[in-house]
């Protein structure tokens, strides 16, 4: 990892420490869930690259640690409606206030002057952030596989079921979110991608049933209770569980979003009920498998209900299983993106880091052919990790909507749900843009060319002939 990354990375874990001080986690997610519908970010990539056209996610930055102030009149708004004008997919607007002067106003106001989808373009290390970012209006966020490099100690010595927090970061206290939403998080979200595709606009639950949840913890069965202190802290074979979740109209028991698992422990009542088929049924629709158990099970036979819980599960994911990479973490805070209807661009520099980012859901690859440590620029780089690139797995929900012209390559755009690379700086001339092209990469990320002109929204229209 690159010093100048370190130092971002020990900043960023010290304005989240000011951040929850001053808005508690519960506060900020609360407001996320009455936030507006997000917008559809892979859609807008898709479709420009069904119709035969290049994606160009249009960057809004003021400057960066390297170049210094890209552009002294700076108007956010003025220049998303410019990049609207000129044909762009998507912005991306830097948040980050100390090493790029970026701010979160600048992200509203770039979103309230455009219908353009929009990614948070900062160091995302914790779910707090995108939280954050959901509250800001933003529709995506960035996951920076680099991030997450883990110690060369930590690598070599970390068990299966440990989960390092993201360097440099300590592991954080529980969260009242579960997993998925969060390190500990929320829930893949049934309604962004099972059920309607990402960024479809519709809520992850009803934000009332937060209130009922809050109860319904305070007052768990003693059955509940006893399986509880089983599944909590991830003592159980290292997976995360969440206890009595708010998941679509329901409020599930007990869930591991990672395993897409829901466990029921039930009374009597229970018996027969039209409601829990329903309910199962709704479930097993949104890519949830459902385990029920009744309370004399729970009681009386924990051990065989732990055993039949432990055998439904499959083998835990390495946390570094790509690289030296904390997979795990960035799979929980894409799961906590995608529970709030949100896209995730993951950026990698490299073929570990790309071996890490393949293990995510996002169908969105991004290749920085900047390299971190020598700020060198290769356009290589894109064209060189192409063939490593395959379409997504399938794991519990559907792929995400939208679909897209197949890549030579089996990379650039994939087919209907298949992976879409982005590729991410030196992209300076019509050349440039001809060349990714032709290898079926469609889709670009692009500032700093565009932040130095006059008019940005008509150097897009002169860089890729739109």
Known sequence: MSDILNKILAVK?????????????EALREAAAWAPPPRDFIGAIRDRIAAGRPAVIAEIKKASPSKGVLRADFRPAGIARSYEQGGAACLSVLTDRQFFQGAPEYLREARDACALPVLRKDFIVDPYQIYEARVMGADAILLIVAAFELPAHAAATAAPDQHPAAVGAPEPPPSPWGRGVGGE??????????????????????????????????????????????????????????????????????????????????????????????????????????????????LVQTDAVLEHLLAALPPHPSPHGGGEYNVAALRELEAVAHALGMAVLVEVHDADELTAALQLETPLIGINNRNLRTFETRLETTLELLPRIAPPPSRGAGPVKGTALPSPQGGGAGGEGGRIVVTESGILAPEHVALMRAHGVHAFLVGEAFMRAADPGAELVRLFGL
């Not at 874990?13 to 986690?25: D, G, H, T, V």
């Not at 009595?244 to 422990?265: K, M, N, S, T």
């Open 13 to 25: 874990q010290e304005e989240i420490a000011a951040a929850r001080r001053e808005e508690p986690l």
């Open 185 to 298: 998080g929320t829930p893949p979200s049934p309604w962004g991608r099972g059920a309607g595709g990402e960024g479809s606009g519709r809520r992850l639950y009803n934000p009332a049933n937060l209130h009922h949840a809050k109860e319904l913890r305070a007052h768990m069965t003693d059955a509940e209770n006893r399986l509880w202190q089983a599944l909590r802290a991830q003592r159980f074979a290292g997976w995360k569980f969440r206890r009595q979740e708010p998941l679509g109209p329901y409020i599930a028991d007990f869930v591991c979003h990672e395993a897409r698992l829901i466990v029921e422990v039930d009374g009597g009542q229970h018996a027969q009920s039209a409601r829990d088929e329903a309910r199962d049924r709704w479930f097993a629709e949104h890519g949830y498998r459902v385990l029920r158990y009744w309370n004399n099970e729970v």
